[in-house]
């Protein structure tokens, strides 16, 4: 009598350690999966960024780009305007037309009220805008 509830004690013991084992081979697989899942949504972002960031790049390369084509255009400038204002000292003077277009006059009245031409109010206009 004694070894047979031995036996089913012995029984309901591995029962009961195998129901365990089972449960928590489940749960490690559950958590290998969320961890799996995990990684790859970390991955996704990382290779988002890793675009972003590219293109970012890109971006700052083609701006400083523009922005040397833009000194290359700027730097004679000051030169022409020089030159412009030294050209006929009988018109009005590109200084006084600097300070219209600080008074917010528009290229129209520029070549009106100074005698510009087109060309020369477009560039007064853009040299001296928001000073």
Known sequence: MIFEVAVIFLALL???SLWFFLNYSKRQRELAAQQA?????RDQ??????????DYQNGTVRMGEALHELRATVAPLP???QQLEQRDPNSVTFTQAAKLVGMGASVAELTETCGLTQAEAELM????RGE
Do not use: N, P, Q, T
């Open 45 to 54: 972002r990382i290779k988002d960024l890793a675009k972003r960031l590219d």
């Open 37 to 41: 899942e995990g990684d790859a949504l």
């Open 79 to 81: 030169e022409k305007l």
């Open 125 to 128: 206009s853009k040299l001296h």
């Open 14 to 16: 591995w029962a009961l």
